[in-house]
């Protein structure tokens, strides 16, 4: 039984969501930063906050000039004491796959099925041409990278963000 004046077990920051678009990184993050008290920070948010939409930087600029911002973006992200979101792709990058090596890590999954509903009507400029079926190859792409980094694995498909806030907590050892 655990001594009820004994002090929490704290999770240590930055704890990072990785994993492919529509697998909830940002709604996980948002409730797991509540959850254990710290900030969330977003890197696709972080983005278009400085540089406007993506899909329009994707149109305007190209992949790779995005990937060079996203690139600074999560520099400063992965420095902040807080729940960061990366972007599906932004695990690409070596040196982010290097700063990663030495964080908490969780890859959030999620079916091809239940990813389709999720992005429907969206604008994500990955998908613009292939739908679906784009989304399946660029994710068996990046699923090896994915499973390299990850400390913690958990498919989002059918499973609420509470129960998933409470895995990843009860994983890392608690609130902050």
């Known amino acids: 039984m655990a001594d009820a004046g004994a002090p929490a077990a704290t999770i240590g920051l930055p704890i990072v969501l990785i994993g492919p678009m529509g697998a909830g990184k940002s709604r996980v993050g948002a409730r797991l930063a509540a959850s254990v008290g710290a900030p969330f920070v977003d890197t696709d948010a972080l983005v278009e906050g400085r ?3 993506i899909e329009e930087i994707f149109a305007r600029e190209g ?3 995005f990937r060079v ?3 600074e973006l999560v520099t400063e992200a992965l420095g902040e004491q807080a729940v960061v979101s990366l972007g599906g792709g932004s695990v690409l990058h070596p040196d982010t796959r290097r700063e990663l090596a030495d964080l908490p890590v969780v890859w959030l999954q999620v079916s091809a099925d239940v990813v389709a509903t999720r992005l429907a009507g969206g604008n994500r400029p990955l998908l613009a041409e292939g739908g679906l ?3 399946v190859a660029i994710q068996g792409e990046r699923a090896p990278i994915y499973a390299s980094l990850a400390d913690l ?3 989002t498909s059918r499973r609420s963000v509470a129960r998933i ?4 907590t009860g994983h890392f050892g608690g609130t902050r």
């Open 51 to 53: 540089y406007g939409p």
């Open 133 to 135: 079926a784009r989304w």
């Open 69 to 71: 911002v996203e690139r």
């Open 153 to 155: 694995e958990i498919d």
């Open 165 to 168: 806030v409470e895995q990843i």
């Open 63 to 65: 992949e790779e000039y």
